[in-house]
């Protein structure tokens, strides 16, 4: 991380002084950057859609992300063909992943956009195929039956999809390991590659063989001139080996399919004219258990060719491409193809490992990509910590920024003279009742100094931990306006699962507003993000607003998702591999734009409404009424009186009194 980037002529950054790191136990994987921030109260930019004008984050990231990881060594596909260890793709490397397109899940190429590394508790996935792969709790696979986590729950809070042994995941199965390219190897890439048209004056054209070959060749001091070989060392060099070794047989049928080999429409083919060859082709391709058949091809006045086709689908041709390596990629190109195979991939066995080790997540473009064969789920990027040169990844989750001195520096600028008493909102950005406010505590002495100075202030948070404070935000409500609330867009348990996996269940958020209620403090829910055609329903509408206004909400607000650039592309992908038939509907009601039309909005507010008004949300203020200023002592109001003290106002406007805090009514975005 660079630091430096805040800095002003290499002078002490900006924004604060030098951060201190910080790694603890308790929150394993989780580093803390401990700063002194010069500033806390923040105004919002005016072109910003919410409805406040003032905000305190005290933390930057937020710890309540997922993070998903997989052991290094899980062989990646690459756009080539190839595979390369989890631990070594870097961003900007070209992958596979997939998208839905029409009715099927195909393969794409897609960028990596973020990498990082981390330390977890590691589970063994076993496969009926006898595909193993390592990863986190937290990991997501692919499963016939939609997104499914490593492990989890059936019931309570940890509930979540998860594998099991009644689960099959998507993919083709675990990759062949590659080979190895010593001598043998070599030696059979030549033999096969130089006998391909069973003549000793021709070669292929393809560039990547002919360097293959060239490079090859050098090896063993035979010079090349434009390929024009000296027949007599190239004759040695490709002779039958007395013993066809593995590494000689992976190496022959490389060099045999580079030459007169193809993949056109999905089928791996081998084109031969020569006996001797093809039977050297089927004796090595039987040697590796692969299943071909041979068909024969007429020409008239030219003896027949033989043709080695390869069955088994994407799998087999992938376990070929693997375990032999041909040079020439384009022939490796499986863009477009469907995701569908007969491996056996259903879930054998989930077991802890219990050990912590070190794993790698990558962000790609399309959400997911290829590890050891089966479709595997990848971390959304967020680009909120660009600004500190944090990536837009992992470590919007894992490197907290914690403005240490949040709580005094609140105490400083609202005793400032240049302070009105503006209503402030906080957990705007990032839940500032997040995991690290366990530990760092900085709410309390934020609230206690909004307490002394009587300044209104609302809090937005997902969590239970406000709660923790609840004595503290009882005494400010008994000085000034002190509001409260959470988002719960819906209350239908198998949406929430499927939109919202991760974050507290609705009725959880929604007991912490009737504990915030009773104890006197007003909370409001912001019903959203309401999904268009998903969650807008007239019944489930009518739901939610029953479950809130039995919470006792003081008002209810209708946000309707918002699809900013990062969280459109994510969502539309959902939408793609969830529920293809809305895709369209989505694209004509958002067009270009990240807001639903205005009409729309209108609508659906409308209708909130008047569910709130036939429920009782009455937009009741905090039941705590605050108390009268005391009348002062009868000797001193008599001594006013006779010195004409009448009670006039201070000839110096004072500001007006600050206005209740109004319910946050942005649109939120579904991330």
């Given at each position: 991380?660079?630091?430096?980037?805040?800095?002003?002529?290499?002078?002490?950054?900006?924004?604060?002084?030098?951060?201190?790191?910080?790694?603890?136990?308790?929150?394993?994987?989780?580093?803390?950057?401990?700063?002194?921030?010069?500033?806390?109260?923040?105004?919002?930019?005016?072109?910003?859609?919410?409805?406040?004008?003032?905000?305190?984050?005290?933390?930057?990231?937020?710890?309540?992300?997922?993070?998903?990881?997989?052991?290094?060594?899980?062989?990646?596909?690459?756009?080539?063909?190839?595979?390369?260890?989890?631990?070594?793709?870097?961003?900007?490397?070209?992958?596979?992943?997939?998208?839905?397109?029409?009715?099927?899940?195909?393969?794409?190429?897609?960028?990596?956009?973020?990498?990082?590394?981390t330390v977890k508790p590691a589970y063994r996935i076993r496969l009926k195929d006898g595909t193993e792969l390592i990863a986190s709790g937290d990991h997501r696979f692919l499963s016939d039956g939609g997104w499914k986590y490593v492990t989890g729950t059936e019931q309570d809070a940890d509930r979540r999809p998860h594998l099991t042994v009644h689960d099959r995941l998507m993919g083709t199965g675990g990759f062949a390991a590659p080979p190895k390219k010593e001598?043998?190897?070599?030696?059979?890439?030549?033999?096969?590659?130089?006998?391909?048209?069973?003549?000793?004056?021709?070669?292929?054209?393809?560039?990547?063989?002919?360097?293959?070959?060239?490079?090859?060749?050098?090896?063993?001091?035979?010079?090349?001139?434009?390929?024009?070989?000296?027949?007599?060392?190239?004759?040695?060099?490709?002779?039958?080996?007395?013993?066809?070794?593995?590494?000689?047989?992976?190496?022959?049928?490389?060099?045999?399919?580079?030459?007169?080999?193809?993949?056109?429409?999905?089928?791996?083919?081998?084109?031969?004219?020569?006996?001797?060859?093809?039977?050297?082709?089927?004796?090595?391709?039987?040697?590796?258990?692969?299943?071909?058949?041979?068909?024969?091809?007429?020409?008239?006045?030219?003896?027949?060719?033989?043709?080695?086709?390869?069955?088994?689908?994407?799998?087999?041709?992938?376990?070929?491409?693997?375990?032999?390596?041909?040079?020439?990629?384009?022939?490796?190109?499986?863009?477009?193809?469907?995701?569908?195979?007969?491996?056996?991939?259903?879930?054998?066995?989930?077991?802890a490992i219990g050990v912590d080790v070190p794993m790698y997540d990558i962000t790609t473009g399309t959400g997911d990509f290829i590890a050891n064969g089966v479709v595997s789920h990848n971390c959304f990027a967020r680009g909120t910590h660009k600004y500190l040169d944090f990536d837009t990844g992992h470590d919007f989750d894992s490197q907290i920024v914690v403005k240490v001195n949040a709580p005094e520096l609140v105490r400083r600028e609202l005793a400032a003279?240049?302070?009105?008493?503006?209503?402030?909102?906080?957990?705007?950005?990032?839940?500032?009742?997040?995991?690290?406010?366990?530990?760092?505590?900085?709410?309390?002495?934020?609230?206690?100094?909004?307490?002394?100075?009587?300044?209104?202030?609302?809090?937005?948070?997902?969590?239970?931990?406000?709660?923790?404070?609840?004595?503290?935000?009882?005494?400010?409500?008994?000085?000034?306006?002190?509001?409260?609330?959470?988002?719960?867009?819906?209350?239908?348990?198998?949406?929430?699962?499927?939109?919202?996996p991760g974050t507290p269940s609705p009725l959880k958020r929604l007991e912490v507003c009737a504990t915030l209620v009773e104890h006197g403090i007003g909370c409001s829910v912001l019903m959203g993000p309401i999904v268009p055609y998903l969650t807008d329903t007239p019944r489930q509408l009518e739901a939610a607003v029953r479950r809130i206004a039995e919470a006792g909400a003081s008002s209810v607000s209708a946000i309707v998702l918002h699809l900013r650039p990062?969280?459109?592309?994510?969502?539309?992908?959902?939408?793609?591999?969830?529920?293809?038939?809305?895709?369209?509907?989505?694209?004509?009601?958002?067009?270009?734009?990240?807001?639903?039309?205005?009409?729309?909005?209108?609508?659906?507010?409308?209708?909130?409404?008047?569910?709130?008004?036939?429920?009782?949300?009455?937009?009741?203020?905090?039941?705590?009424?605050?108390?009268?200023?005391?009348?002062?002592?009868?000797?001193?109001?008599?001594?006013?009186?006779?010195?004409?003290?009448?009670?006039?106002?201070?000839?110096?406007?004072?500001?007006?009194?600050?206005?209740?805090?109004?319910?946050?009514?942005?649109?939120?975005?579904?991330?």
């Amino acid at each position: 991380m660079r630091w430096d980037a805040l800095s002003l002529d290499g002078q002490e950054p900006g924004l604060f002084g030098p951060p201190v790191t910080v790694d603890t136990p308790e929150f394993r994987g989780i580093t803390f950057h401990e700063i002194r921030a010069k500033s806390i109260i923040n105004k919002v930019p005016g072109a910003s859609r919410v409805p406040f004008t003032w905000t305190i984050n005290p933390y930057r990231g937020c710890s309540h992300a997922c993070r998903y990881c997989l052991y290094g060594e899980t062989p990646i596909l690459l756009a080539d063909g190839r595979t390369k260890p989890i631990r070594g793709i870097r961003v900007g490397d070209a992958i596979y992943g997939t998208e839905v397109k029409g009715s099927q899940r195909r393969y794409v190429v897609t960028e990596v956009l973020a990498h990082w590394k981390t330390v977890k508790p590691a589970y063994r996935i076993r496969l009926k195929d006898g595909t193993e792969l390592i990863a986190s709790g937290d990991h997501r696979f692919l499963s016939d039956g939609g997104w499914k986590y490593v492990t989890g729950t059936e019931q309570d809070a940890d509930r979540r999809p998860h594998l099991t042994v009644h689960d099959r995941l998507m993919g083709t199965g675990g990759f062949a390991a590659p080979p190895k390219k010593e001598a043998d190897y070599r030696f059979g890439y030549l033999c096969g590659m130089i006998r391909g048209d069973a003549s000793l004056g021709s070669a292929p054209t393809d560039q990547e063989a002919l360097h293959r070959t060239r490079c090859f060749l050098e090896d063993f001091g035979v010079p090349t001139d434009e390929f024009l070989f000296q027949d007599a060392a190239v004759r040695r060099l490709t002779a039958w080996p007395r013993i066809m070794t593995d590494e000689w047989r992976k190496g022959f049928l490389a060099g045999i399919f580079d030459a007169p080999g193809d993949c056109s429409d999905g089928i791996a083919r081998i084109t031969n004219g020569d006996a001797e060859h093809i039977q050297a082709i089927i004796s090595s391709l039987e040697h590796f258990e692969f299943d071909h058949v041979i068909e024969a091809v007429e020409r008239p006045n030219l003896r027949p060719l033989r043709v080695v086709r390869l069955r088994g689908g994407l799998a087999e041709r992938l376990r070929f491409f693997h375990l032999t390596d041909p040079a020439i990629t384009r022939k490796r190109d499986i863009a477009g193809v469907a995701l569908k195979s007969s491996a056996e991939l259903g879930v054998a066995s989930v077991e802890a490992i219990g050990v912590d080790v070190p794993m790698y997540d990558i962000t790609t473009g399309t959400g997911d990509f290829i590890a050891n064969g089966v479709v595997s789920h990848n971390c959304f990027a967020r680009g909120t910590h660009k600004y500190l040169d944090f990536d837009t990844g992992h470590d919007f989750d894992s490197q907290i920024v914690v403005k240490v001195n949040a709580p005094e520096l609140v105490r400083r600028e609202l005793a400032a003279p240049r302070w009105a008493g503006e209503h402030i909102a906080m957990g705007t950005n990032v839940d500032c009742y997040q995991r690290a406010e366990g530990r760092y505590r900085l709410m309390p002495g934020i609230i206690e100094a909004l307490r002394d100075h009587a300044n209104p202030f609302s809090i937005l948070t997902k969590g239970s931990l406000i709660l923790r404070d609840l004595p503290l935000l009882e005494e400010a409500a008994e000085r000034t306006e002190v509001g409260a609330a959470v988002s719960v867009g819906f209350v239908d348990k198998e949406l929430w699962r499927l939109i919202e996996p991760g974050t507290p269940s609705p009725l959880k958020r929604l007991e912490v507003c009737a504990t915030l209620v009773e104890h006197g403090i007003g909370c409001s829910v912001l019903m959203g993000p309401i999904v268009p055609y998903l969650t807008d329903t007239p019944r489930q509408l009518e739901a939610a607003v029953r479950r809130i206004a039995e919470a006792g909400a003081s008002s209810v607000s209708a946000i309707v998702l918002h699809l900013r650039p990062g969280a459109r592309e994510w969502f539309m992908r959902w939408l793609r591999e969830c529920r293809p038939e809305l895709v369209a509907p989505y694209e004509r009601l958002y067009g270009r734009g990240a807001y639903a039309p205005k009409d729309y909005q209108r609508r659906i507010s409308a209708k909130v409404a008047e569910l709130a008004e036939k429920h009782g949300i009455t937009g009741r203020r905090n039941p705590r009424r605050l108390p009268a200023p005391p009348a002062a002592p009868r000797p001193v109001a008599e001594l006013a009186e006779k010195h004409g003290i009448t009670g006039r106002r201070n000839p110096r406007r004072l500001p007006a009194p600050p206005a209740a805090p109004r319910p946050v009514a942005e649109q939120l975005p579904l991330l």
